[in-house]
């Protein structure tokens, strides 16, 4: 099969390599789309030496497929079924996988994070990972789940309901993934971030309100405050110390806000006990299935967000356009690995 792998950061290869054999609880899939997000470019860039220890490394976390063969002991799902995996992996059997908790594992065996790799042409992923595909939903939009099942958990442990408000911090491919589901969900959104292209996609996806700023970097909450606009609800999805810096910022008092990586925390316990702020991590989500019905009904779009589109051949130029200056003005991008204009009817 063919692969790409990355040799060193920037240089992403298509290599020819033995197509693996799924083992008992795996399922060998058959790559239809990916659509790479922060992580991977950080991955790709290798920022700070803090993502790859040793080359070559595959690469690709967020995408759909089909399934082309189950190992021994997966009945859940079968041969030529369209299916998606987030990057997570799970025991199935503990207590909080037990309550539907599979992103919070206690089982040793997946705390520690394995890479999936999704940008090649057959991936093995546990099958307990998967998620079967609605008929209606798209190859291109199972390959965009992350942002939105971070977002479901994160407004789920915020407590938030239709008709309440949240501001999104971030207008990258989490961020907007985050304000469709907001969106989807019926919840006010205001959109903060972006210095391109992307506030302007921040408004297509459904955000109330969109400040966009002038350059990386800037303070907008100062502005914000200014105008007395504090915020009750906050998710931030760039994980950078800026927008962590700026939630803490814009946090009103009893206000609460969803951390979805980054470095160091801008604030003491006085900070927190002051305002009295609700802190929440997210670590993805469990919640694939009821994206993937809310893009079955009609309720999520994340088709609107899709800006470019490369052959698994460009891959390097993908993932080099979104490591750029000119990623601000780019919503989602898609690699079309497998032929899946024509993927429904022939699943050999
Ligand atoms: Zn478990």
Known sequence: MRSAQLFAPEDLRIVEMPTPEPEAGQVLVRVMAYSPYGTDVGTYLNKGGRYVSEYPIGIGADFSGIVEKCGPGVDDVQRGDRVSALALDHCGTCANCSNGRT????????????RQTACEEFTLVSACKLARLPDVVSFEEAAMLAGPVDALNAFEQMGLKAGDEVTILGVGAMGLGAIATAKALELRTIAVGGSGKRAELARRMGADEVHPIPHHGYDLAADLLAND???????????????????FKLASPGGAIALTGGPDLPATAWTLVERELRLFGVKGGAGQAQILSLIAEGKLDLASGISRRFDFEEANDALALLASEEARDVGRVIIRIGDYENAKETPS
Do not use: H, R
């Open 229 to 247: 606009k504090s915020a009750a609800a906050i998710l931030e999805t760039t994980a950078s110390a800026w927008g962590i810096e700026q939630s």
């Open 103 to 114: 992103n919070l594992c206690l089982d040793p065996e997946f705390q520690t994070f394995v």
